[in-house]
């Protein structure tokens, strides 16, 4: 499987800060988060930053994640939970895809039908 299924990509997208050439992303959003399907199309690194709680696994791919000054390598079937509020920052080799989930509902605005 080269990306999500048709139904996930019928989803609403976000304003990311990176094209899409470089990432899409579907979501899925309650009160309570959201949901986020990524799909990486070319290496990527995402400076330290901090934010509500996040919980993920990686479905494709390869992710170097730095929490707290401590980096791990995740790949396909793994999954890592970031603290709210914890410095974190990520590197994503293209092709990679992965599901995130944010505590913060508001955390990327939803673009597209259905936001």
């Known amino acids: ?10 989803l609403p997208g976000l304003e990311l800060p990176f094209g899409e050439d470089v990432v899409s992303a ?6 309570q ?5 990524f799909t990486f199309h ?8 901090s934010h509500g709680a996040q ?7 390869e992710v170097a994640l ?3 000054g401590d980096t791990r390598i995740c ?8 603290p709210a509020g914890v410095e974190h920052a990520v590197r994503v080799t293209a092709g990679t895809r992965a599901i995130d989930v944010f505590a913060e509902a508001d955390r ?5 039908p259905g936001a």
Not at 1 to 10: K, L, R
Not at 42 to 49: A, C, F, L, M
Not at 75 to 82: L, N, T, V
């Open 33 to 37: 988060g959201l949901a986020v399907f």
């Open 55 to 61: 919980w993920g696994t990686v479905i494709a791919g």
């Open 42 to 49: 070319r290496d990527t690194e995402i400076p330290p930053h």
């Open 108 to 112: 990327y605005a939803l673009r597209g």
């Open 75 to 82: 790949r396909p079937g793994d999954s890592y939970s970031i």
């Open 66 to 68: 730095t929490i707290a």
């Open 26 to 31: 579907r979501a899925i959003r309650s009160d």
């Open 1 to 10: 499987m080269t990306d999500f299924p048709a139904f996930i990509q019928a």
